[in-house]
């Protein structure tokens, strides 16, 4: 229905349509084929299509400028000018600790993606929640930032690249991956000291640990101009702050695959501005099939 829709001159099935095959929906994954979709939904008139295919390109092209062009000879140029293994690359590695385990890596992200993740999340903010002890998702006094979480259906070609740099940056497959969240802290929200590991000996996290033990947690800081906001590790005085674009991730794990409670950490309140950062967590295995 949605190829048909698309076939139709319908520009956000095309754009759903691409977001299935780079992320390899009831099809193989096809990156050329969904950067040739965007191209269609942007000669359909998608202005998100256009946009997406510039951030791709990593134009420098002003998006005004560009976002008004209808001709299709220009975004079949632009859509030229992607390059998949430039896109999937990233710099190295850096450690910041060895007990826990923890990485950054600087300039992870471009500020065109991270430009573009904001304003996908931007609409989409609610209070952001907890598992809490009984296992349930819940507003919780810890935790008083807002965040937009992406399911399939709210994904799109720049944030699958997004995921798949983390993959690639981690040695960890996407299966494994939690739906990712864009999260936004205003000032004085805050989320408290807490674990982002799943206790086993608590009986209310049974099920979900079903679906695996939460082994690793990957944030990109997608803006900077704001003051305080680190990311606070209290048990081994470590407080990082990015840059536009810098990652830090961390095993919630030790080598033996136990908990480890030296990754307590809190998202610190922002003083003055606004903080905005991509949280992708990973788990161990995929959810059994019932």
Request: with cysteine; net charge negative.
């Amino acid at each position: 229905m949605i190829e048909q829709a698309s076939d139709a001159g319908h520009a956000p099935a095309t754009e759903l349509w691409s977001v299935f095959e780079v992320m390899g929906v009831a099809r193989p994954q096809s990156w050329d084929r969904a950067f040739d979709l965007l191209v269609r939904a942007a000669e359909q008139g998608s202005l998100s299509a256009k946009r997406q295919l510039l951030v791709l390109a990593r134009s420098d092209i002003a998006d005004r400028q560009a976002l008004a062009n209808d001709d299709s000879a220009f975004w079949e140029r632009t859509r030229a000018d992607i390059s998949i293994s430039q896109l999937l690359s990233h710099p190295e590695r850096v450690s910041l600790s060895d007990a826990p385990r923890i990485r950054v890596i600087g300039r992870f992200a471009h500020r065109a993606e991270c430009a573009w993740m904001i304003d996908r999340a931007r609409s989409r903010l609610s209070r952001a929640k907890v598992i809490d002890l009984s296992g349930q998702q819940n507003v919780d006094g810890g935790r008083s930032n807002s965040g937009a979480e992406f399911l399939v259906q709210d994904m799109d070609v720049v944030m699958e690249v997004i995921r798949t740099r983390i993959s690639s940056a981690t040695k960890v497959p996407i299966p494994v991956f939690e739906p990712t969240q864009i999260l936004h802290y205003d000032v004085g929200e805050e989320f408290r000291p807490h674990f982002d590991f799943l206790d086993p000996s608590n009986a209310g996290y049974r099920q979900n640990l079903e679906s695996g033990q939460r082994i690793a947690t990957f944030l990109i800081f997608l803006n900077d101009d704001f003051e305080g906001g680190e990311t606070q590790f209290p048990d081994v005085r470590i407080n990082y702050r990015g840059r536009t674009g810098d990652a830090i991730f961390w095993a919630n794990v030790d080598m033996q695959g136990r908990p480890d409670p030296l990754t307590r950490h809190a998202g610190l309140p922002p003083t003055a501005g606004e903080k905005w950062i991509l949280s992708q967590w990973i788990r161990d295995r995929t959810a059994p099939t019932r």
